[in-house]
């Protein structure tokens, strides 16, 4: 059997803290998570900080090589040095998942071939694994839209909310 392999950019971590959904993670066996984004949210002590000490959150090294991969990375699609590394440590450990609510980032994860889910993905998946229900569902959807800093527009809320109904009716 086929284990994904997941990675996280802090967004997601921050965005589903600070609407106290973090026990959506358990969708997840393990999340990798780079060192860069580890220091990010714990130096500053952001929302989610506290969540690694879940023991499914596996920090990950930024050794030599995977740092020159990220200075590839950085001057091809001329994009962020943090989100160079990030990307660049997805595909290394060949991830299936890129967890990220940064639009730049999951377009540059689409064109290496892994797929980008952002904070609304992640409790959308959630519900359909039955961590939740509808209602509760369109509960944290409204709050990532009132009361996370996510920038995100209601017509998106909605687009996931028709599809979770779609979903129901099955």
Not at 12 to 18: A, F, G, N, V
Not at 146 to 157: A, G, Q
Request: hydrophobic letters at 40%; glycine letters at 4%; proline letters at 2%.
């Amino acid at each position: 059997m086929h284990k994904n392999i997941i990675v996280t950019d802090s967004g997601p971590i921050i965005h589903l803290s600070q609407i106290n959904t973090e026990f959506m993670w358990k969708i997840f066996s393990e999340v990798y998570v780079p060192d860069i984004v580890h220091m990010e949210v714990t130096k500053f002590a952001l929302p989610g900080s506290d969540i690694f000490k879940d023991k499914r959150f596996k920090i990950i090294t930024s050794n030599n090589n995977l740092l020159n991969e990220a200075k590839k990375l950085h001057k091809k699609y001329e994009m962020g040095k943090n989100d160079s590394i990030i990307l660049a440590h997805a595909k290394s450990f060949k991830a299936d998942l890129l967890l990220t609510d940064d639009l730049e980032l999951r377009e540059l994860a689409s064109k290496e071939n892994i797929k980008p889910v952002g904070s609304v993905g992640i409790l959308y998946r959630a519900f359909i694994k039955g961590h939740c229900d509808i209602k509760q569902l369109f509960k944290h959807l409204d709050s990532l839209f009132s009361k996370s800093s996510l920038y995100i527009t209601k017509d998106l809320i909605q687009l996931v909310k028709n599809a979770a109904l779609a979903y129901n009716k099955k």
